[in-house]
């Protein structure tokens, strides 16, 4: 056997070394390693992993009845024969009274790295051989522009499935304009395992070839400072003002490029007689946008007349559509793009989610590496993924979707696995309301997260270090052999083989494994892989081989090739899947859904909660609840990396300093965030590099009720979503809105209550 193991996670490629707390090395070669990979062996068995399977004492006496009491209950560990039978039953219980479809799998999350132990997979595979489940659709990352991207231009082009790459922006971008800015710190990660971290170097070297960047954003923070941008600090939620304001400059100025709307686009007449106030009587000139964005009109008019004269790439970061009317940025920048005619250029037109992960921007590949196969799921029903609260409340109450009309089903059982909504959803005093109506509610995971705390049945799995696996990362030429360095803690299992023995119960075993143990899907999977790429030409060694190896370096084979390339050469042959064959700047189906808060073309619709609303008082900030630099979500956030950065053990947030001597505080004080919503607690950090008005805390510092299972809790570790709102973007995408909320910030000078969340909850005596 070798003796060099290596595992991928989503935060990069590591050489391992066995032992009780593995040592970790960055993978020789790349050119930015992310200190999130330091934590991954202090979390393996740390106080909050969970050792053995628990249920809610409450739910092992009174059952479903006691709903109420989730999160507030003890635990009582139980035998895995205890805990699997358990599940078993109530799965069976729950499908036979009420059918599948009151069973919710959608079980959103990030969960691990490696193609074979990626548990919503499994998970979806065990509920599909029983019988199916309610899914949910679309990402928490960006709902909005998966769903209004299409209407534009018939797919997800230049959001997910194909952004011009680096290599196309450096040499030939003149002017990257970011909304959002790029932030490094968001290039740490890749959903499914990063190779090597690019994104930094494209950056460095799009600058030394002559790009000059804008950043976008009320956080200077979101450009690195070595590439000299210019900061327009706009005010959060106005983005779609400010791009108003250039597209009406590059009209009045006759910048637009004509021709090529007369080619490409569908639709502009109409946008143009809204922009140009011939619809509503208000022109959406640059003085109308600095009102609404906080800039300067002339700032504005500069900016517009630049992007016309250079190569111009304008790039919306993700964040700017999880807001209050998601849609309409991203439509406008499409649209912008449309009227600087640059659309299908190399390094010019639109890209949506530059640097937002290290994955962006690569050259696409087109091998499509095998993953567990999930069968059918016979249940149609489903959800947009943020509407979870809102489904488990109202069940039979209708909402819109994309042109749908549907209605949320009524949902009996809970199972999720690989996902934390007590990080991820918005609004956590909601959710926890919502949490206590199904009758059942069961959680795979390994540590004890907000989420487990809630659950009735407790199923503890190993982690990626614990177990062996395929790790491929999407777009990048490296495979790697997962092995296994640690043994797993405590009672933990994989979950493959918790849902297996699961499934035994249910007379359902066969049927799932297909008579595959660990070791021969990891196989399996990689050999159909290897064959899928030796079909594109890429010679794979076999599995034997690649297994003592450790790791598969290949060539990738694509060209870098602009967003739209070929429908900006011959827009006939090459038409776009939209209903005109083009670029859709006024979208006659979506206007057809007559929806007023997404109509057929992009507009400004002001945010229900934003700092230009007029009941948004001096008093009041805006909360930028961002992806954090010291972990993924919650994952890590118990690692060292993530501890060494709380002030007092709270998350920090960063204010401008102006604010801060406002309110009286100072650097380190501890500081109590609140709206009509709820309310946390932070350390106060200051900084000249976030704008008046806003208040910067990361999302998933492990949610911290004061008093667990109660509504209205004080959070004493600084978790962003007990104050943000949750509603849908429009009735179009029904996307979440994280980044549209106002706070209000005092210094905390009570008795300062320990922050718990990484502790075990009570636990009972172990049931024998
Ligand atoms: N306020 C605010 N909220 C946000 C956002 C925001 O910008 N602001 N961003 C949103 C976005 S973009 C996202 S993607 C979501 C992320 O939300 P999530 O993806 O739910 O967050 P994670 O912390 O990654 O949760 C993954 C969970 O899976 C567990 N896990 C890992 N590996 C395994 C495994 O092998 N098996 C099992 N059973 N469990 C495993 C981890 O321990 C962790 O608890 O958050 C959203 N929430
Ligand atoms: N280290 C690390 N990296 C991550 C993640 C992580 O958890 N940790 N999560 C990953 C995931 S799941 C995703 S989806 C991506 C998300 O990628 P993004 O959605 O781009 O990430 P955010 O950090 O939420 O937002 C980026 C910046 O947008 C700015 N912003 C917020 N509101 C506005 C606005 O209204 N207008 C403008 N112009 N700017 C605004 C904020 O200053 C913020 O810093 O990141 C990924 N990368
Ligand atoms: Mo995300």
């Not at 979390?43 to 479903?64: K, W």
């Not at 003085?287 to 609404?292: I, K, M, N, S, V």
């Not at 809630?454 to 395929?470: G, W, Y």
């Amino acid at each position: 056997m070798a003796d060099t193991t290596y595992t991928m996670a989503h935060w990069g490629t590591f050489r391992t070394e066995a032992g009780r707390q593995p040592r970790l090395h960055p993978l020789a070669g790349d050119p930015a390693p992310s200190d999130l990979g330091l934590s991954m062996s202090s979390v393996l068995s740390d106080s909050a992993r969970i050792t053995q399977p628990m249920v809610r004492a409450g739910f092992l006496s009174d059952g479903p009845e006691s709903r109420v009491r989730r999160g507030a209950d003890p635990f009582v560990p139980v035998t895995w024969s205890t805990a699997t039978r358990l599940a078993a039953r109530e799965l069976d219980r729950v499908r036979g009274t009420y059918g599948n479809r009151t069973v919710f799998g959608g079980s959103y999350g990030w969960a691990s790295a490696g193609r074979f132990h990626h548990v919503q997979s499994q998970l979806h595979r065990f509920l599909n051989v029983a019988g199916g489940y309610v899914r949910s659709v679309n990402t928490h990352s960006h709902a909005a522009a998966e769903v209004t991207i299409p209407h534009l231009i018939g797919s997800t082009g230049g959001m997910g499935a194909h952004h011009t790459p680096w290599p196309l922006i450096c040499g030939h971008t003149e002017l990257f304009v970011a909304f959002g800015g790029l932030s490094e710190k968001n290039t740490q990660v890749s959903a499914g395992g990063v190779a090597e971290h690019t994104v930094p170097r494209w950056l460095e070297q799009c600058h030394a070839t002559g790009t000059r960047f804008v950043n976008v954003s009320p956080l200077r923070s979101d450009m690195a400072p070595g590439l000299d941008a210019d900061w327009l600090p706009v005010r959060p939620g106005s983005d779609t003002a400010l791009m108003l304001g250039l597209a009406h400059t590059l009209e009045a100025d006759g910048l637009t490029d004509r021709a090529f709307l007369a080619s490409h686009v569908c639709g502009f007449d109409r946008f143009a007689a809204y922009l140009m106030g011939q619809t509503d009587g208000i022109p959406k000139t640059a003085d109308w946008a600095a009102e609404l964005c906080g800039l300067d009109a002339e700032t504005i008019r500069a900016l517009a007349r630049r992007m016309a004269k250079k190569r111009t790439m304008i790039s919306v970061a993700w964040s700017l559509q999880r807001a209050d009317h998601g849609e309409q940025p991203i439509w406008m920048a499409v649209t912008l793009a449309a009227m600087l005619g640059q659309i299908g250029l190399p390094g010019g037109g639109f890209g949506v989610g530059y640097a937002c992960a290290n994955r962006v921007g690569n050259v696409k590949s087109t091998v499509a590496w095998s993953a567990l196969p999930q069968f059918t799921n016979p249940v149609a029903d489903f959800i947009p993924v943020a509407r979870v609260a809102d489904m488990l409340l109202n069940p039979g109450t209708p909402f819109t979707y994309n042109g749908q009309d549907l209605s949320y089903p009524d949902i009996r059982l809970v199972w999720w696995a690989g996902g934390n909504p007590f990080h991820h959803q918005q609004d956590l005093n909601k959710l926890l309301r919502a949490w206590r109506c199904p009758e059942t509610v069961i959680v795979q995971d390994a540590w004890w997260t907000a989420t487990a705390r809630h659950a009735d049945i407790v199923l503890p799995c190993t982690t990626s270090l614990e177990r062996n696996d395929l790790g491929i990362a999407k777009d990048e030429p490296l495979l790697v052999a997962m092995r296994q360095v640690a043994q797993p803690h405590s009672q933990a299992r994989n979950d493959y083989d918790i849902l297996a023995e699961i499934a035994a119960h249910m007379d359902l075993h066969d049927t799932f494994t297909e008579g595959r143990d660990e070791m021969d899907w990891v196989r399996h999977l990689y050999d159909t892989s290897r064959a899928t790429a030796a079909a594109k030409g890429i010679d794979l060694p076999d599995f034997d081989q690649f297994w003592q190896d450790g790791l598969a370096r290949f060539e990738l084979q694509e060209e870098p090739r602009p967003l739209l390339a070929d429908f900006r050469r011959d827009p006939v042959a090459h038409a776009l899947p939209t209903p005109s064959g083009r670029i859709e700047v006024f979208s006659e189906r979506v206007a057809g859904f007559g929806y007023a808060d997404c109509p057929g073309h992009a507009c400004w619709l002001p945010p229900r909660e934003w700092l230009g609303h007029n009941t948004c008082t001096p008093d009041m900030l805006h909360l930028v609840s961002n992806q954090p630099m010291t972990r993924l979500h919650g994952q890590l956030d118990n690692g060292t990396v993530s501890r060494a950065s709380k002030i007092a053990g709270r998350e920090p947030a960063t204010f401008n300093p102006a604010d801060a001597a406002a309110r009286g505080i100072s650097e380190g004080d501890i500081v109590r965030l609140s709206n009509a919503r709820g309310a946390c607690l932070v350390g106060a950090r200051l900084s000249q590099d976030v704008a008046k008005g806003i208040v910067q805390l990361a999302t998933g510092a492990w949610f911290n009720p004061e008093h667990p299972g109660q509504e209205g809790s004080l959070d004493l570790h600084g978790n962003p979503n007990i104050l943000t709102r949750d509603a849908g973007t429009s009735q179009l995408a029904q996307g979440p809105i994280a980044h549209s909320a106002l706070i209000r910030a005092e210094r905390f000078t009570e008795p300062l209550p320990p922050v718990t969340a990484f502790d075990p909850p009570a636990l009972l005596p172990p049931q024998s």
